[in-house]
């Protein structure tokens, strides 16, 4: 299993043009809304009545940064000293800013059109704006949007799910979207300077597929993905996973669909400890997924260091269809060389073994091979994100084709 961190952006050395940052359309037409609740919380902040963090938040909570304002778009950025703002509408030319106590902002009274890339400016370097709405990332890393076109991410910061703050990243398809795939260990799924260059999620999907990242929260990640007790080098982990996932159905899915459409089929799918609970999430919430998909997962979890319950106990059968695959070997051979009912991976078998079993017990009670059940083996693949972005396409490509 790996052990997933999340990855943080620098200031780059220069800004540069978009790089496929989608199409760009018309100039924006949202007009600002005096009475609405994001304008009242920026004339807020603005006349000293309310904390920088506090009208951040309350805005990304709502129609995200930045805020259309009767004179043009108004952006705030957090943090003291002099910084200027540049983007597409200024040609790439830095605008100054106006300080305030612990920020600065701008309003851009240019035309800035649908789509339109901007980074905030401090002396030399260029930074995107850790609190847009909708970004990219191009050849000089993460590029904000003033308001997504085509192919975009958009994120949500500081969504609580099992009692913990994560960002919730979510990949818009050009078109409309008619498939929703959540996705676990989010921070790795987008980013090029992810772990080992990430999933490249984006490219593997079709233009009516949205994809919900959700990020993990480092040190509790086995924790809230384990769906039962187990140790890790005799450390009691796991137990998490039905915390998550019942807030996952009763707080971000209702938002994300408020936010884009219900979707005619809804998915999940993760990696390694991820994969496991996305196949967890189909066994015991098949009532909420259409589909899920393990790559490489950790379906031995409970059997690691304990004698206890695994999710070969949970299988019956259920209106779910389900993707498992591996890389790695069966090491010589499958055995149970412990009794514990689960077949042993050798350390480099990338969960092989256990994958095998699964697939083979799915198949014996009520899936159907190639109608419900798949099972992929990438013979001598690593366990790690450069393996799971070349060939998520799979599992992507059999969940597209649901209607």
Not at 257 to 282: C, D, F, I, T, W
Not at 326 to 338: A, E, N, V
Request: aromatic share 10%; with cysteine.
């Amino acid at each position: 299993m790996l052990w997933l961190l999340a990855c943080t952006a620098p200031f780059t050395a220069t800004p540069g043009p978009s790089v496929d940052s989608g199409e760009v359309g018309d100039t924006a037409s949202d007009t600002a809304d005096p009475t609405s609740a994001d304008w009242e919380a920026l004339q807020a902040l603005l006349d000293g009545q309310a904390t920088v963090e506090d009208t951040l938040q309350q805005i990304s909570d709502g129609q995200g940064w930045p805020v259309q304002g009767p004179d043009g778009w108004v952006f705030v950025a957090q943090g003291d000293g002099a910084l200027s703002w540049a983007g597409d509408a200024s040609a790439w030319e830095p605008l100054e800013m106006t300080a305030g106590a612990g920020f600065s902002w701008i309003v851009v009274d240019i035309p800035v059109p649908q789509g339109s890339g901007y980074k905030f400016v401090s002396g030399d370097s260029y930074q995107a704006d850790p609190w847009a709405r909708a970004y990219t990332y191009d050849d000089f890393g993460e590029l904000s949007f003033v308001r997504g076109s085509g192919g975009h991410l958009e994120r949500l910061r500081n969504v609580s799910l099992a009692g913990r703050a994560r960002t919730i990243r979510i990949w818009v398809p050009a078109q409309t979207p008619t498939h929703h795939l959540y996705a676990h260990d989010g921070q790795n799924l987008f980013d090029p300077s992810a772990l080992h260059g990430g999933w490249r999620l984006q490219e593997a999907v079709a233009s009516t597929t949205l994809v919900v990242g959700i990020d993990n929260v480092g040190v509790d990640r086995l924790d809230e993905y384990g769906p039962y007790p187990d140790t890790v080098d005799g450390v009691a982990l796991g137990g998490g996973a039905d915390a998550l996932l019942g807030n996952l159905v009763t707080s971000l899915v209702p938002r994300v669909e408020e936010m884009y459409g219900a979707p005619q089929k809804r998915g999940m799918v993760g990696s390694s400890m991820g994969g496991l609970l996305s196949l967890y999430a189909g066994l015991t919430q098949a009532e909420h997924w259409d589909y899920v998909a393990s790559l490489s997962g950790t379906l031995g979890w409970g059997s690691l260091e304990l004698d206890g319950a695994t999710l070969l106990s949970e299988i019956a059968g259920q209106d779910v269809a389900i993707y498992l695959d591996s890389g790695g070997h069966d090491g010589g051979g499958c055995t149970d060389s412990d009794g514990d009912g689960v077949q042993d991976d050798a350390p480099d078998a990338d969960n092989y073994c256990v994958t095998r079993q699964m697939a083979d017990a799915l198949a014996a009670d009520a899936w159907i091979w190639e109608q419900t059940l798949w099972h992929w083996h990438e013979a001598g693949a690593e366990h790690n994100e450069a393996a799971w972005a070349a060939r998520v396409w799979r599992p992507v490509g059999l969940f597209e084709t649901l209607e």
